[in-house]
């Protein structure tokens, strides 16, 4: 991409870790919502995308990923589209399997990781313990003279979490991540199911360029055009641009997670493209 059209783009965060350690309540407590209480059984078993605006106007792109041991994969997908992973772990619990399984996605992704030490209004809770057993999976925070950033927080009780925003702008900062806008928009799929009333929809993460209303697109085996975009809040949005989330309509078919959605110049294009690439 040239230089001088690149602009800033928002972060992409993953919050993942072991199941019950609290990913979702945290960002339920950053977006002042409740996720958590509507899902089945407490398990979060899809990835849900979310935007946070901050206390300075900037905005962060969520993804809330399941920790359940049979979402492996969802968990790898969450890492390939993200700039930053938030590695949540219960203080009271300690390192458990899907916390190491979500390090070494990171490490394989290349991503940078903080630690959010959840839970910390517990009586039982052990964060020191948590740092030192980190170690041993070579996740060495700040104050063991390592590079990974950490925070204290309660999900519960609210603590930590500006400290947790500030952690994150700063390790973006240095990140430095821009994109152009002023382009056809590539995405990648997040998730996608066949809806009852609004046919195949998709979430997607808008990597560059902006996606609008109209735009004649192909994403993996499918084609399609844009009916409609909605955003995490349930409203329908003209357009959106890099590191937003949203939710497309108007798919021929349901594209799988992963996929990439590629504009392109008209619908007969599009069909063709997909055509292609279904006989192959
Ligand atoms: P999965 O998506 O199923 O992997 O779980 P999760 O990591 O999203 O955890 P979730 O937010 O569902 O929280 C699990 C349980 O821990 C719930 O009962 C929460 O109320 C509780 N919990 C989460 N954060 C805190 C916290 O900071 N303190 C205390 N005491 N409980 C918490
Ligand atoms: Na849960
Ligand atoms: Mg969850």
Request: aromatic letters at 2%; proline letters at 5%.
């Amino acid at each position: 991409d040239p230089e001088e059209t690149l602009q800033p783009r928002p972060p992409v965060v993953a919050v993942m870790g072991h199941v019950d350690h609290g990913k979702t309540s945290l960002l339920d407590a950053l977006r002042k919502t409740n996720v958590t209480r509507g899902e089945a059984g407490g398990i979060t078993q899809h990835i849900g995308a979310y935007q946070v605006t901050t206390k300075d106007k900037s905005k962060i792109t969520f993804l809330d990923t399941p920790g359940h041991a049979a979402f492996s994969e969802m968990r790898a997908r969450g890492a390939n589209v993200t700039d930053i992973v938030v590695l949540v772990v219960a203080a009271d619990d300690g390192i458990m399997p899907q916390t190491i399984e979500a390090i070494n996605h990171a490490k394989a992704a290349d991503v940078p990781i903080i630690v959010a030490i959840n839970k910390i209004d517990k009586p039982e809770a052990n964060p020191q313990n948590i740092r030192n057993r980190l170690l041993e999976h070579e996740v060495i925070v700040e104050e063991m003279s390592g590079d990974v950033q950490d925070v204290e927080v309660s999900a519960k009780e609210g603590t930590g979490l500006e400290d947790l925003i500030e952690k994150i702008n700063l390790q973006a900062e240095l990140m430095e991540l821009k994109a152009r806008p002023d382009r056809d928009a590539e995405a990648t799929v997040v998730e996608a199911q066949l809806d009852k009333g609004r046919g195949p929809v998709a979430t997607v993460l808008i990597n560059r360029g902006t996606l609008k209303r109209g735009d004649t697109f192909v994403v993996g085996t499918q084609s399609g055009k844009v009916r409609a975009l909605i955003n995490d809040q349930g409203k329908q949005v003209k357009e959106a641009g890099p590191s937003v989330p949203v939710e497309v309509l108007g798919l021929s078919g349901v594209p799988s997670a992963g996929d990439m959605l590629t504009v392109v110049e008209n619908e007969q294009r599009a069909r063709e493209v997909a055509q292609y690439r279904q006989e192959k």
